[in-house]
């Protein structure tokens, strides 16, 4: 996957011309309102089950592959934040590819619910550099569950990525990822092997800790945890301190949910070393994006004199063995 | 003043004369002229016609520039038509206020499809032109309208037919492909462009046909022509053209076709500018009339301003065959003590010329050398007399029935002109 170029004129023009015509921007989900509940499912393009691998990939036009998933939360008011990205996913790629923040971004879509009380848990698109990741995004279902036990499957979306993608950057260059999961609430206590079995299909016999999964993550990805404002979550201390316990400084407060996708380009335009955070925010407010900058500036202040490749994350390297769980 | 006759509105310049002001009041209830329709005749995306009105600003560029007054738009077979900038038109406008606007609209479905392969081939080629540039805005009319020439072009009703469309789109992408290969201008990939195009299909209304008779038994319909006369394909400064016939032979031809009467409308600034390269004999660098919403253009250059030239406007109304009416816009610069002047004759190497001579309809060897004869002229120049309506009446043989003062809708005036 991940060939062609995008372009945000007929991005924007499709979108415009969709809303003329009625039709959601997130069309998938707006199809399955007149399905019952229990039927409900993942699109077979977004569905994980039985997935080898999502692909990261060089190409004739794109040379550099630059591999970035960003998966969202979908429970309950989290689901406002999917459409922002979709609003804003040109600006996004604008200031990627515009700006030079970075060559070839390839991006994934994800979508996280609770494996426990939800039918849809996890959502995992393809790496697409084109129009194709609207696509995706349209594809994703926004099914606002969430079990209202203060913790959603991050783990288990976690545990897709570290095991079920492979990327050129990496295999070629030895080059981390970026990984954007935005949320609100805690991750499971255990990453369950039920889960993994009934929602990815691997064959895993005893649950796996969470930091252990976290720290497998970490060799090929920079993780990064985006909490927006707009739960009561934003200001518990617990929150906070699960993910800096895992993360580190890569656990973002964002005061302006508005800002997402301002805030996951200038994250990669300051990983990728190709801005600093005074001239990233001065190119959010070049593009109008001045309350977007406003929320950035705050949540970057710890990241901004990180330099490309140092790892700021809590976690030693993985020793390459599960950290099982018994 | 019109009676019951449609309205043919072109500019007798080299374009930004105030057609968009014009047909904007024309449109607004304050007028009261009933008009049911704007048709697009000529051009494409290329124009910016600004309409300034009760402090919302717009540069009309597909839609027609009555819409702030929400009279409908009719894209004629006649405009190059291009989806992208109209779906980020069609936003422009939301966010001023107007509810849907898409719905404002119907496109013929024979209009030819302008699309961002052009636009990039367009640049490229201005890019190698280097300082002998054409003034191009680099949106790619000219390619459509060439392409179209030998080439089974894409048209708009193929956005309805998928399949025929991908292929179009192919054909399209391959024949330019050695003009891109070395450039530094791309496009959006063909998936992308049919996903929008489709897209566009849907929400926009695409008639077949003539359906001139319908839009008119509805009301008066005004007919808004983009650029001016003296850009026209056969009519102009050849080579410095554009690819469209902007004097109203088509419009007419249109109204002819459903046996309707048509009023032409000329508009002029009350001094001339120009927008792009190509001769400009009372051009005049000290000229500082501020200018709002023309700025310079990547490929078009800087915007130029010159004095009154009555022998261009006079022989841009002998290429119309002859006007009904006149317009006359920006009067307030003439107010406002900047020191415009008039041409009352060209000198030349052949003498002094006081009259340019229409030749033969498409003979572009007459063009060149008008465009040699105005390269070389010096202007004689004068004063601007005290009633510059009376005067350019008098120059062009045609009433002036509207004058603009200013760039809101508010400043322009109604002129009854005096019986002769």
């Not at chain 1, 509940?37 to 592959?65: I, M, T, Y």
């Not at chain 2, 008639?207 to 808004?224: K, N, W």
């Not at chain 2, 001579?357 to 004689?380: E, F, I, K, N, V």
Request: hydrophobic share 40%; with cysteine.
């Amino acid at each position: 996957m991940g060939y062609g170029r995008w372009d945000d004129s007929a991005y924007d023009a499709a979108r415009t011309f969709r809303a003329a015509e009625g039709l959601d921007d997130f069309g998938y989900t707006a199809d399955l309102r007149s399905v019952p509940w229990e039927q409900w499912k993942a699109h077979p393009a977004l569905d994980p089950f039985g997935v080898g691998v999502r692909e990261s990939r060089d190409s004739a036009d794109h040379g550099n592959s630059l591999p970035i998933a960003v998966l969202f939360d979908v429970t309950g008011s989290m689901g406002r934040v999917p459409r922002i990205m979709q609003e804003k996913l040109a600006t996004l790629h604008g200031l990627l590819q515009r700006k030079g923040y970075a060559d070839d971004p390839q991006i994934l879509f994800g979508a996280i619910g609770d494996a426990d009380s939800d039918r849809v848990p996890l959502q995992v698109g393809q790496f697409e550099s084109d129009n194709r990741m609207d696509e995706q995004l349209r594809l994703i279902l926004l099914e606002g569950g969430g079990g209202g036990q203060k913790s959603e499957s991050y783990e288990l979306a976690a545990y897709f990525i570290a095991r079920h993608t492979a990327t050129d950057a990496w295999d070629k260059r030895g080059r981390k990822g970026n990984l954007f999961i935005v949320g609100d609430e805690l991750n499971k206590k255990r990453l369950s092997a039920r889960h993994v079995r009934d929602v990815i299909g691997d064959d895993v016999g005893s649950d796996i800790k969470v930091d252990s999964i976290y720290r497998e993550l970490s060799d090929r990805w920079q993780v990064h945890y985006i909490l927006p404002n707009q739960s009561s979550y934003y200001r518990d201390p617990e929150i906070a301190e699960h993910w800096q316990g895992l993360l580190g400084e890569r656990f973002l407060r964002l005061d302006d949910p508005g800002a997402v996708c301002e805030l996951i380009a200038l994250t990669i335009g300051i990983a990728e070393d190709r801005v600093d955070l005074g001239a990233g925010l001065a190119d959010l407010r070049d593009i109008g994006s001045d309350s977007e900058a406003d929320a950035v500036g705050k949540a970057l202040a710890p990241l901004g004199g990180v330099r490309r490749g140092r790892s700021v994350g809590a976690l030693p390297a993985t020793t390459g063995v599960d950290d099982v769980d018994l | 003043m019109f009676g019951d006759r449609h309205l043919i509105v072109v500019d007798l310049g080299f374009g930004d004369a105030g057609k968009g002001a014009t047909v904007d009041w024309l449109c607004s209830p304050a007028a009261g002229l009933d008009v049911a329709a704007v048709v697009r005749f000529n051009g494409g995306a290329q124009a910016a016609h600004n309409v300034i009105a009760g402090g919302r600003h717009h540069t009309f560029r597909q839609f027609g520039s009555g819409t702030l007054s929400r009279v409908p738009t009719l894209l004629s077979r006649h405009m190059l038509v291009e989806p992208l900038a109209l779906a980020a038109e069609a936003r422009e406008l939301a966010a001023l206020g107007v509810a849907d606007p898409l719905s404002l609209l119907s496109v013929d479905e024979r209009a030819l499809l302008s699309t961002p392969i052009h636009g990039a081939a367009n640049r490229c080629r201005e890019d190698t032109r280097g300082t002998a540039r054409h003034g191009s805005c680099g949106i790619g009319i000219g390619e459509t309208a060439r392409y179209a020439l030998d080439h089974d072009a894409p048209r708009v009703g193929d956005c309805r037919r998928p399949d025929v469309l991908r292929r179009k789109l192919i054909a399209l992408a391959e024949h330019y492909a050695p003009v891109l290969a070395g450039g530094r201008h791309r496009y959006d990939p063909i998936d992308a462009l049919m996903q929008a195009y489709t897209a566009f299909a849907r929400a926009v209304a695409i008639l077949p046909g003539d359906q001139l008779a319908g839009f008119a038994r509805a009301g008066r319909l005004v007919f808004e022509g983009a650029q001016g006369v003296l850009l026209d394909e056969w009519r102009g400064t050849h080579p410095y053209t554009t690819w469209s016939t902007v004097e109203p032979r088509n419009a007419r031809a249109m109204l002819a076709r459903i046996g309707e009467p048509g009023y032409v409308l000329g508009v002029t600034r009350a001094y001339l500018t120009r927008h792009g390269a190509g001769p400009f004999p009372t051009e005049d660098p000290d000229l500082t009339i501020p200018e709002r919403h023309n700025e310079t253009g990547e490929y078009q250059g800087g915007f130029r301003r010159g004095h009154l030239d009555p022998l261009l406007l006079r022989y841009a109304v002998d290429a119309c065959d002859g006007i009904d009416g006149l317009a006359v816009n920006h009067l307030d610069a003439v107010d406002a003590g900047n020191e415009i002047r008039t041409a009352t004759a060209y000198l030349t190497a052949d003498g002094c010329v006081d009259r340019l001579r229409l030749g033969p309809w498409q003979d572009l060897d007459h063009q060149r050398s008008l465009t040699d004869l105005l390269a070389h002229a010096t202007p004689a120049l004068t004063a601007l007399p005290a009633d510059l309506p009376g005067y350019l009446e008098a120059e062009l043989g045609a009433p002036v029935v509207l004058t603009g003062h200013g760039p809101d809708r508010a400043d322009r005036r109604i002129r009854i002109p005096a019986e002769a």
